[in-house]
């Protein structure tokens, strides 16, 4: 089973050279301003404001939020991680960042999408999974893949803890099973990103290795 895992933590940047705090510190208000710069581009007749949340697991999280002139208020994050791989890799970033806002406002013009209200307690954390993500992923993964058995399903991962696998039926060797654990997936949902999209582009990754896709 191979898990895949797109978010990581700040250690992920600090192995990369094994930067001091300070030199640490740059990066992250660097990407920061960065991130300030390309959506103010994109959204040049909007507000844009950012901040960065240091989490626990997960190391800098960088948020934004636009208001639009006809009062929507919309907000989403970013990981430390991909943040970086854009700025060093994206010919295009501030396309990629807005292109979530985009997404956010399809539908919804006018109206609130700000961040979620993370669950209190391991009852809410529970329901979030149970009731929302899981049955959300599964549709969206069926649908993206109408031509093929798609299984979805809870196990328990030794290293990574409670995680939702899928896979297809007709694929039964080698990388088989894409894996992301439960909190990802709710770090997703929290900060008002698609949390089936990284189980889409690993579904899609196992298609061109078993040559599905020929």
Not at 81 to 89: A, G, I, S, Y
Not at 162 to 187: K, M, Q, R, S
Request: proline share 6%; with cysteine; aromatic share 10%.
């Amino acid at each position: 089973m191979t898990t895949e895992n797109n978010v990581s933590n700040s250690n992920d940047t600090q192995e990369q050279g094994n930067p001091s705090e300070a030199e640490f510190r740059q990066v992250v208000q660097a990407l920061h301003e960065n991130g300030l710069k390309a959506l103010r581009f994109k959204f040049e007749d909007e507000q844009v404001d950012g901040q960065v949340l240091n989490h626990e697991v997960y190391g800098p999280i960088f948020t934004f939020k636009i208001e639009t002139k006809d009062g929507g208020k919309y907000a989403t994050g970013f990981f430390m991680r991909e943040l970086l791989h854009t700025f060093q890799n994206n010919d295009d970033p501030a396309l990629w960042m807005s292109s979530f806002f985009f997404d956010l406002m399809e539908g919804n013009e006018g109206k609130d999408k700000l961040l979620p209200m993370p669950p209190q307690s391991e009852d809410e954390a529970k329901a979030l999974i149970d009731n929302v993500i899981v049955p959300y992923c599964a549709k969206t993964l069926r649908e993206e893949f109408p031509n093929d058995q798609v299984y979805v399903d809870l196990d328990l991962h030794e290293e990574h803890g409670p995680v939702l696998e899928a896979g297809f039926t007709a694929v039964t060797d080698g990388n088989n099973i894409c894996a992301l654990p439960l909190h990802v997936l709710i770090a997703h949902f929290l900060l008002n990103r698609d949390p089936a999209e990284p189980m889409v582009q690993g579904l899609y990754r196992i298609r061109e290795e078993h040559g599905m896709d020929a």
